[in-house]
């Protein structure tokens, strides 16, 4: 079994906003390999199915954002997955400008809850990752107010490629090394 989670806050309030990206790219990835999410185990929403040959859970911790590692700990415990191995996060970054993605092995938490608290449950900051760009805070916004608002207009068609994009990347990571996926989507630049 792989994990692959998608961070975000559950409920309609914070649907479609920057600090759901992961949300947005575990959905689309569940589209594209017809797995429904839709059972609540792990204080999550779960689906199962095959992706590149490799069976999956795909999920969607509940706990909000900042509690996210208790979530995904749960369910690496239950499925005795050693977070180095077969485990990858999917999450906003707003350090990358809007649609960019950065695939990466391990680091730290960059200053977000959600992989603070991934890093604090799961002990180690040793797992795979795919940041979607959803842009800096523009100067004078509070950075929670910035990270639970929606995407502008003007934004939105670049953020559903990025979505769709991080799908593929988690696809492909199951298939290939992290230097060649990384390879294959760090060196895109997302259009403005």
Avoid: W
Wanted: hydrophobic residues 40%.
């Amino acid at each position: 079994m792989f994990i692959i989670a998608g961070l975000g806050n559950p409920g309609r309030k914070y649907a479609n906003t920057r600090h759901n990206a992961g949300y947005e790219a575990i959905d689309r990835l569940a589209e594209k390999y017809g797995i429904r999410i839709e059972t609540e185990k792990f204080r999550a929403l779960t689906g199962t199915g095959v992706i590149n040959g490799q069976k999956v859970l795909l999920l969607k911790p509940l706990t909000f954002m900042n509690a996210s590692g208790e979530s995904i700990r749960a369910a690496c415990d239950f499925y005795k997955i050693d977070p180095k191995e077969a485990f990858l996060v999917l999450y906003d970054d707003i350090s990358l400008p809007p649609g960019q993605l950065r695939v990466r092995a391990k680091g730290s938490a960059g200053g977000h809850n959600g992989i603070k608290s991934l890093i604090q449950h799961l002990g180690t900051q040793e797992f795979a990752r795919v940041r979607i760009g959803v842009g800096e805070k523009p100067e004078g916004y509070d950075l929670v107010d910035y990270v639970l608002g929606h995407f502008p207009e003007e934004e939105r068609v670049t953020m559903e490629e990025a979505f769709s994009r991080a799908a593929d990347a988690a696809a492909m990571l199951l298939a290939e090394d992290v230097q060649t996926v990384m390879n294959h989507f760090n060196a895109h630049v997302a259009k403005s």
